[in-house]
């Protein structure tokens, strides 16, 4: 059974940093691109960034673009996102999530429970 555990949300103040993981299992990591896809509040789903399965190639969105580093380690079967230069807008439930193949052109299949980051003074 896939599984996919995100951990290291919490609060922290406009301009601070931020490190939120996803812990991977019931599948061969390494194979398969990963994503983080957040949902602020009372708002739709908004892709955040995604990696291939060997780290070598990553793809964000525009507003995250200089400030957010998503990377992986395929020997501990982990998914991370680091996020610095945090706004307010950042806020949202962030989810890890799995795509069918090695790359993104690819759907999503499996998601994690998600895991709250506010950003707030």
């Known amino acids: 059974e896939v599984q996919l555990v995100e951990s290291g949300g919490g609060l922290v103040q406009p301009g601070g940093s931020l490190r939120v993981s996803c812990a991977a299992s019931g599948f061969t990591f390494s194979s398969y691109a990963m994503s983080w896809v957040r949902q602020a509040p009372g708002k739709g789903l908004e892709w955040v960034s995604s990696?291939?399965?060997?780290?070598?190639?990553?793809s964000y969105t525009d507003s995250v673009k200089g400030r957010f580093t998503i990377s992986r380690d395929n020997a501990k079967n982990t998914l991370s996102l680091q996020m610095n230069s945090l706004k307010p807008e950042d806020t949202a439930v962030y989810y890890c999530a799995k795509y069918y193949g090695s790359s993104w052109y690819t759907a999503l299949d499996a998601w994690g429970q998600g895991t709250l980051v506010t950003v707030s003074s």
């Open positions: 990696i291939n399965n060997n780290g070598g190639s990553t």
